[in-house]
């Protein structure tokens, strides 16, 4: 059987520069439709 691969510290560093300010504005507007969603079927709920 062959050693176990050590991990490569290398690797690793490659994600200390990404930037993840579109992950947080694509989440952002994916939680900002839920919640007027909620609010629609919420005002539907009062309404009948």
Same mark, same amino acid.
């Given at each position: 059987?062959?050693?176990?691969? @050590? @991990?490569?510290?290398?690797h690793? +560093?490659?994600?200390?520069?990404? +930037?993840?300010r579109?992950? %947080?504005?694509?989440? &952002? #507007? #994916? &939680?900002? #439709?839920?919640?007027?969603? /909620?609010?629609? #079927? /919420?005002? %539907?709920? %009062?309404?009948?």
């Amino acid at each position: 059987m062959g050693e176990p691969q @050590k @991990k490569n510290q290398a690797h690793v +560093d490659e994600h200390d520069g990404i +930037d993840l300010r579109g992950t %947080l504005f694509g989440v &952002g #507007v #994916v &939680g900002f #439709v839920i919640i007027i969603m /909620w609010f629609g #079927v /919420w005002s %539907l709920f %009062l309404s009948r």
